[in-house]
């Protein structure tokens, strides 16, 4: 079985642009949800999402989106990009639901790097 | 104070050593994970509690809900299990929740 698969795996974009993250759960997974993990730092919980619905939000600002789709893919959105959201960006997939404290299955990530 | 604190920070061990981690947190939970990442950021879920002990090869978890703390214990050692360890907590309000993730223990095992 396919893992949780993310692209692209790395990108560069400049300040200002805008950038789409992709995740792929794994098939069955109801929830995904999204980190930012900064070169040396601890990941940060960016949201969570469940039957297209958001169900947690970490303290990003409101430059950063999110949406679910039917297939229970996801996309992350970033605008106005600074040069701190340089990071890893990690996707978790998970059963969700009334299973909402199943274990997490992580992406290999995309490398972000703004200049 | 952060709402989920580790320690140690970084852990230096012996092959064949017993070793523990430990996590600690101030929210109302309702699980909490213990992720291992290995040096090119690929993370990997070692176990998810919400109470007991959990067991799976030679790591053990367990949590104490009333005292708000979790362990990760490896028994035997080995340099393989040289990564980062971080403990990750789901704090649920209503029907939004938040996951806060501890700095994480950095262990290295020698041989």
Redesign the interface.
């Known amino acids: 079985d396919a893992g949780v698969t993310q692209s692209p795996t790395h990108l560069i974009k400049t300040r200002g642009q805008h950038v789409t993250l992709r995740c792929s759960p794994i098939s069955g997974h109801k929830s995904v949800?999204w980190?930012q993990?900064v070169l040396g730092?601890?990941?940060?919980?960016i949201f969570?999402y469940y039957e297209k619905e958001?169900?947690?939000?970490?303290n990003f600002p409101d430059r950063f989106s999110a949406r679910q789709f039917p297939n229970y893919s996801s996309e992350l959105n970033v605008n106005a990009l600074l040069l701190g959201d340089s990071a890893?960006y990690?996707c978790?997939s998970s059963l969700g639901g009334r299973s909402?404290?199943?274990?997490?299955?992580?992406g290999?990530?995309t490398?972000l790097t703004v200049t | 104070k952060n709402e989920v604190e580790q320690s140690p920070q970084n852990l230096t061990a012996q092959e064949g050593e017993f070793i523990t981690i430990n996590c600690s947190y101030s929210v109302g939970i309702s699980a909490l994970h213990w992720l291992q990442q290995h040096p090119g950021g690929g993370i990997v879920s070692l176990f998810m509690l919400s109470s007991g002990k959990k067991k799976h090869g030679r790591l053990i978890a367990t949590i104490n809900i009333q005292e708000k703390h979790s362990s990760l214990h490896i028994t035997a050692s080995h340099p393989r299990d040289s990564a980062v360890y971080i403990c990750a907590a789901w704090n649920y309000g209503g029907s939004q929740g938040n996951l806060i993730f501890g700095k994480g223990t950095k262990l290295s095992v020698k041989p």
Not at chain 1, 54 to 58: D, H, S
Request: proline fraction near 7%; charge should be positive; avoid cysteine.
């Open positions: 949800s980190y993990q730092q601890g990941p940060q919980f969570q958001e169900r947690g939000r970490g890893l990690l978790a909402r404290n199943s274990p997490l299955h992580f290999n990530g490398r």
